[in-house]
């Protein structure tokens, strides 16, 4: 079974940096893609950027320019870098991973930006 561990969120004040790390329990060069999604308060998930085995990135237009997706795949972890953070990137962090169309979730870890 896949395990997928979210760590690094927390509280920033609006225009501020953050960057949250995403570790798997098994060789990330595995899946086909990993990608962070969030989920507001009273909204639904939505994505935010994926990285493919490739290194090929995607991101929602959202955060675009401020987001930077990664990956160290000698620690098997993903990370999300966040700059320029604003109000409406409040979320729920979640990481995932895929084989096809197989998805694994993560528990998630919470961004609150805030002043």
């Known amino acids: 079974q896949v395990q997928l561990v979210e760590s690094g969120g927390g509280l920033v004040q609006p225009g501020g940096s953050l960057k949250v790390s995403c570790q798997a329990s098994?060789?990330?060069?595995?899946?086909?893609?990993l990608a962070w999604h969030r989920q507001a308060p009273g909204k639904e998930r939505e994505f935010v950027a994926s990285?493919?085995?490739?290194?090929?990135?995607d991101y929602v237009d959202s955060v675009k320019g401020r987001f930077t997706i990664s990956r160290d795949n000698t620690k098997n972890t993903i990370y999300l870098q966040m700059n320029s953070l604003k109000p409406e990137d409040t979320g729920i962090y979640y990481c995932?991973?895929?084989?096809?169309?197989?998805?694994?979730w993560g528990q998630g870890t919470q961004v609150t930006v805030s002043s």
């Open positions: 098994e060789n990330i060069f595995n899946f086909n893609a």
């Open positions: 995932t991973a895929n084989i096809l169309s197989r998805r694994w």
């Open positions: 990285i493919n085995v490739g290194g090929r990135t």
